[in-house]
């Protein structure tokens, strides 16, 4: 979330947001990150996610940013462990150390060791632990006979994906082809280039559950196991590289000197972000609560620990698995009444692959047609490049209102379906919520949807598309 439109009464108060399959810390760093200087309220985040690989990840970084905070350079080790496949003794000395401490911890002591920052409940500890337990229970040295070999089986996952990678690499400018190329191939995330013989560790928290478990499905059968039942092994999906997580416009633009690569300059944006995490952190203003449940049951937790309602309400692309109605359903009750411009956010990406009209790809002349507009835009001729760069001169509005409709009529998880398909105007009230027109103004929260052939580095798709819903008669 970035802030913006605020008014100065806002800088003063409290907020409170939900980030529902909330994924890596990507957009809590990223809100947090970007707080105004002058905003002195306090921000509590609740992030909840199903996925315990995940949130062992997430409450690890947490733990480290606070129990480290003294230590010279830890937001820079913090960047280089969220992204680097191999690492130096001393990041990983910081995660063995980390690792050892959260092991011993129940949530009481978890929440003193952070001063308040970080929530988690006994239950759900349990859990994490697992994860921590067979993190360090890894060989991680890359000497040894018996060492994870993490090098090698991130190799063995790109190659399923080599098409895409090599489709990517020829899209780049010829300037940023070779670095990236060579990051492929590497998957060192530094401050500055670094030789091999630098980094003798692989680093632990890139392994989950691994086999036929490695492709997520989207249900919580996939966690009935416990976490130290799935042998671990090399697990971070491409949708999670660095270059696909932040905006490569806003890495540009916080960059003021050149960069001798793309890592160094996107190590360094995540970095500064972190080190303004660290301030209202550690001066008691920045509070975390995690939960490790299903997105649709969090409300039974919320009303059983009495928690405060929502000012912002993310649920991630997960009405691609659930349906929208099911999620306006299931969070409306949670957003703040009192706050006129409390609003829930729904995204989805898979609505352009079932949509007959909605994907350009599949349309005759249409490619052609979006190529041509696009040269006349960028006056880049662009060719062999794949769909994507010309996807966003293709206006699909209208199919994307049909998916709207579509999708409220499906109901969703355990909601009957509607008998006759709803009117625009149904779906705008649904449920007795307001859809923002994205017709008519821009959403204020997350764009409706991202500009792609400006995003370079970006490997976007143009699938993405966002829709922000209100309470009735509030001016958001
Ligand atoms: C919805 S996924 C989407 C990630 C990315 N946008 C994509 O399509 O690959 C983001 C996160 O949601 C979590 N998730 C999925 N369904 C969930 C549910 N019902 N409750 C809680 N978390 C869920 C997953 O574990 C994952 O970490």
């Known amino acids: ?245 932040w905006d490569c416009l806003r890495v540009r633009e916080y960059t003021q000197r050149p960069c001798t690569s793309p890592m160094v300059m996107y190590h360094n944006y995540v970095t500064n972000l972190l080190k303004r995490v660290k301030n209202p952190t550690l001066q008691g203003r920045f509070f975390i609560h995690i939960f490790l449940t299903n997105c649709l049951t969090f409300p039974d937790c919320h009303s059983s620990l009495h928690m405060l309602n929502y000012d912002r309400i993310f649920t991630s692309n997960l009405s691609d698995y659930v349906g929208i109605a099911k999620l306006l359903q299931t969070f409306k009750p949670l957003l703040n009444r009192k706050n006129s411009k409390s609003v829930t956010v729904t995204e989805t990406i898979n609505w352009l692959e079932i949509v007959p009209g909605a994907d350009h790809s599949k349309i005759p002349d249409a490619v052609t047609q979006c190529i041509i507009t696009n040269f006349a835009d960028t006056q880049k001729l662009k060719s062999d490049f794949g769909y994507n760069d010309s996807r966003e001169y293709f206006n699909n509005i209208s199919r994307f209102l049909v998916y709207l409709r579509a999708d409220i009529m499906g109901g969703g998880l355990g909601m009957p379906s509607l008998k006759n398909v709803p009117s625009l105007s149904t779906v705008m009230n649904y449920n007795g919520m307001q859809m923002r027109d994205f017709r008519k103004e821009l959403n204020r929260v997350v764009p409706f949807k991202y500009r792609t052939n400006v995003r370079g580095l970006n490997p976007v798709n143009g699938f993405e598309r966002v829709v922000e819903w209100c309470l009735p008669d509030t001016d958001c």
């Open 1 to 245: 979330m970035v802030w913006k439109g605020f008014e100065e009464e806002d800088m003063t108060r409290d907020y409170h947001v939900l980030s529902a399959g909330c994924g890596d810390l990507r957009n809590t760093v990223l809100t947090a990150g970007s707080l105004p200087g002058r905003y002195q309220g306090k921000l509590h985040i609740t992030l909840d996610d199903f996925d315990p690989f995940v949130m062992a990840r997430n409450v690890l970084f947490l733990y480290m940013l606070v129990r480290f905070a003294d230590t010279e350079g830890i937001e820079s080790s913090l960047t280089t462990i969220w992204y680097s496949v191999h690492i130096t003794k001393k990041e990983y000395d910081l995660i063995k150390t980390s690792l050892d401490e959260l092991i011993q911890m129940d949530a009481q002591n978890l929440h003193a060791a952070t001063k308040g920052f970080v929530s988690v409940l006994d239950a759900d500890l349990k859990n994490l632990s697992q994860v921590w337990e067979k993190w360090k229970s890894l060989e991680c040295q890359k000497a040894k006979r018996k060492s994870i070999r993490l090098g090698q089986q991130r190799k063995t996952l790109l190659d399923r994906e080599k098409e895409g990678v090599s489709l990517y690499l020829r899209r780049l400018s010829p300037e940023d082809q070779k670095p990236m190329f060579e990051w492929f191939d590497h998957g060192n995330f530094f401050p500055s280039e670094r030789s091999k013989s630098t980094l003798p560790f692989d680093n632990p928290t890139m392994t989950g559950r691994g086999g036929v478990d490695c492709t997520p499905f989207f249900s919580q059968a996939n966690y009935v196991n416990s976490p130290k039942d799935f042998t671990f092994v090399y697990c971070i999906k491409a949708s999670s590289f660095p270059f696909v997580a």
